[in-house]
Nanobody, 122 residues
């Protein structure tokens, strides 16, 4: 069982920055692909960004390219999402997700955090 706990959300003005963190339990964090998703009110959850278990590959949604950066610190069992130049349309609950080796190669994630709210005011 993997537990994921997000933190770092909050209220920020348009153009500002936030850094989200996702701390994972367990001793095999370094083997997990990690992702961030978000869900705005009345909308479906959408993919934001992902990083491979080795940190050798990253994948970004077009809407956040050039503004968001994902990174990981395997020694701290933590993945980060640095969000710059925030826009009101970035307002959403942000979820961290983990893909364990059994799902590697798929688009599925088998563990999810509870989410952290990000609100960007105009």
């Amino acid at each position: 069982q993997v537990q994921l706990v997000e933190s770092g959300g909050g209220l920020v003005q348009a153009g500002g920055s936030l850094r989200l963190s996702c701390a994972a339990s367990g001793r095999t964090f370094s083997s997990y692909d990690m992702g961030w998703f978000r869900q705005a009110p009345g909308k479906e959850r959408e993919f934001v960004v992902a990083i491979s278990w080795s940190a050798g590959s990253t994948y970004y949604a077009d809407s956040v390219k050039g503004r968001f950066t994902i990174s990981r610190d395997n020694a701290k069992n933590t993945v980060y999402l640095q969000m710059n130049s925030l826009k009101p349309e970035d307002t959403a609950v942000y979820y961290c997700a983990a893909r364990t080796p059994k799902l590697r190669g798929s688009y599925e994630y088998d563990y999810w955090g509870q989410g952290t709210q990000v609100t960007v005011s105009s």
